[in-house]
């Protein structure tokens, strides 16, 4: 568990109750702990580590709801403690988990809003984006997928997000001329358009762009080619471009 251990480095005057549950924490004397924890609460009421006692204990119930609602407990009650964004991490992964995918979204999403300094939003988002992907909104998803391989490139959940991803999809056109004045670009679009092809007119800075297309594969974006450069038209290309979902 995540900084757990540095605070009792830290702070030298950890209570003896909260130090030792933290010990037979690890060393996974878990009853032992869960009664060192329950007396350090109820002799320290108002010490700093209490979310963190409360914390250690939502891990130990054993009843997945009842651990529900203390994770839930603590979020609420120490909104700005060190647990908080761990305890509505397992709050949503709780609903996750019941098949409760709306209310995941919405944890999940309120988590990555309020904590933006957590280290846990790339498992966060990545949680989302399955979520997402659950209830039908793949766009979502994949858009979420994409931010986790864009903003934590060196997080375990990259690797996952780019498994999750769908093989990149491409539409081709016909690159033919451009021009600086959109006039000139309307009229040869009007002339290609007059030859059968759908038209483009792409502007980019202050060029415009004039394509035919888009076809849904390079062999119709081929055909295309060799049929206008037959009608004269030189220096053109195949233009591919990557789909957006």
């Known amino acids: 568990m995540k900084f757990l251990l540095l605070i009792i ?8 109750s909260y130090r030792k549950g933290v010990e037979l924490y690890n060393d996974h004397k878990f009853e032992e702990a869960e009664g060192c924890f329950k007396d350090f609460i109820t002799t320290n009421k108002d010490d700093t580590l ?28 120490y909104y700005n403690s060190q647990v908080a964004d761990d305890a509505l991490l397992r709050v949503a992964k709780y609903h996750y988990a019941k098949g409760e995918f709306k209310n995941a979204v919405v944890r999940f999403e309120e988590l990555i809003g309020c904590y933006k300094n957590s280290d846990l939003l790339p498992e966060a988002t990545y949680h989302l984006s399955t979520s997402c992907r ?6 979502k998803a994949n858009a979420n997928f994409r931010k986790i391989i864009r903003k934590y490139p060196n997080s375990d959940y990259a690797k996952l997000a780019e498994e999750e991803l769908p093989p990149p999809s491409y539409k081709y056109a016909v690159q033919i001329k ?68």
Do not use: H, W
């Open 178 to 245: 451009s021009y600086k004045r959109k006039k000139n670009a309307e009229r040869l679009g009007r002339k290609i358009k007059e030859l059968g092809y759908k038209v483009v007119i792409a502007k980019k800075k202050n060029t415009y762009y004039i394509r035919a297309g888009y076809f849904e594969s390079e062999e119709e974006a081929q055909k295309a080619f060799l049929d206008l450069k037959d009608k004269g038209f030189k220096n053109i290309y195949i233009l591919r471009k990557r789909c957006r979902d």
């Open 50 to 77: 209490i979310p963190n006692a409360l914390y250690y204990l939502a891990t130990l119930e054993k009843d997945g709801e009842k651990a529900f609602f203390a994770f839930m407990k603590i979020y609420i009650k």
């Open 9 to 16: 480095l830290l702070f030298l005057d950890v209570p003896k």
């Open 134 to 139: 659950a209830i039908g909104e793949s766009k």
